[in-house]
């Protein structure tokens, strides 16, 4: 019995850490989606099309889209970049990735509701912006309530962006300088 019990036991934590790694936000991504994934990857991991709005856009010369998507039941806010591998033929690349869902954390615990400090302190070895948001569209006026903290990787290509209201973690952006892909 006792055997049975510790069975039970040790599916019941692996398959409670697997979920977990669905969640997990790094330098690298979202869980298993990944920064530098293309299109063709992505809707290949989620079983489904990824609908972009401007990808062959030449007349207006967009290089970047964006999607919103369901990722493991969380809402997640993909950006797109092209990413050319011969002349006139390119596909499309994540560049970031957003969300504010709660069920998302760091290895080191950061995730929505957690303190300013606390976002600060996880990742002291890394270079750290805590920039005020502002409460116009002629950035002359500077939010009391709103900031983001940038925390950058060694390359200073890679970063996790954290959305802050009244110092609360409201939402994060793990994103990628283009070049870091090619």
């Known amino acids: 019995m006792k ?11 692996t398959t409670a850490a697997a979920q977990n790694n669905n969640y ?7 869980g298993a989606i990944k920064l530098g994934m293309t299109q063709a990857e992505l809707e290949k991991l989620l079983g489904n099309k990824i609908p972009l709005t401007n990808p062959w856009d030449s007349v ?18 993909l950006d797109f970049q092209r990413n050319y591998f011969a002349e006139d033929t390119f596909n499309m690349i994540i560049i970031g990735i957003q969300t ?50 940038n925390v950058k990787d060694e390359s200073g290509k890679r970063m996790i962006v954290f959305y802050m209201k009244n110092k ?12 870091d892909e090619e």
């Open 168 to 179: 609360k973690v409201v939402g994060c952006k793990i994103k990628t300088s283009f070049s």
């Open 100 to 149: 504010s869902s709660p069920l998302c954390k760091t290895t080191a615990g950061i995730g929505i509701g957690v303190d300013k400090l606390k976002v600060i302190a996880a990742y002291e070895e890394n270079d750290v912006y805590v920039l005020p948001d502002y409460e116009d569209d002629s950035y002359t006026s500077r939010s009391k309530t709103k900031a983001t903290i």
């Open 60 to 77: 207006s010369g967009s290089w970047q889209d964006s999607a919103k998507i369901k990722y493991k039941n969380i809402s997640v806010l």
């Open 24 to 30: 997990t936000i790094s330098m690298d991504g979202l």
């Open 3 to 13: 055997k049975i019990f510790f069975l039970i036991l040790i599916a019941f934590t």
